[in-house]
């Protein structure tokens, strides 16, 4: 389901932070942001919408001071975009609900896709699988 909400609305609903990058196509500083160190179960999901992107199973310390995956959930998880911004050919990462930017996506990963969905984490909202259920 897509989700649209007007500028102020988005800017009511999320921090400073996170309204820089999902709204603005912004990027936190390799290293600051949230989940770069979380290693618990669970489900990333955008923290604008809430929709389901990536499971923590596909994360993995890339070394590269943002949270990173090597698959996502699926088509409805995400989109692809080109970016040439900055003088460099990438492939943008959005929400496929809300249109939020969430980083970019590169050939480098490891097995079994071969990607690297470099996120930012002020972008994710994580869920942590109940443990006891």
Same mark, same amino acid.
Request: proline letters at 0%; hydrophobic letters at 35%.
């Given at each position: 389901m897509k989700v649209q909400r007007s500028n102020a609305e988005w800017?009511?609903?999320l921090t400073p932070e996170q309204?820089?990058?999902?709204r603005e196509h912004g990027t936190e500083r390799p290293g600051t942001g949230p989940?770069?160190?979380e290693d618990r179960p669970g489900l990333y999901r955008c923290a604008a919408c809430e929709n389901p992107l990536f499971v923590a199973d596909t994360k993995f310390d890339s070394g590269c001071g943002w949270p990173s995956f090597f698959k996502t959930l699926g088509p409805d998880s995400?989109?692809?975009?080109? @970016?040439?911004?900055? *003088?460099?050919?990438?492939t943008e990462i959005r929400c496929?609900?809300? @249109?939020?930017?969430? *980083?970019?996506?590169f050939p480098d990963g490891p097995r079994p896709t071969g990607l690297r969905y470099c996120m930012n984490g002020h972008a994710l909202k994580f869920e942590p699988l109940d443990e006891t259920a």
């Open positions: 800017r009511n609903l309204y820089y990058i999902l989940y770069l160190h995400v989109r692809e975009l080109e @970016d040439r911004s900055f *003088g460099m050919r990438r496929a609900s809300c @249109d939020g930017h969430l *980083g970019h996506v």
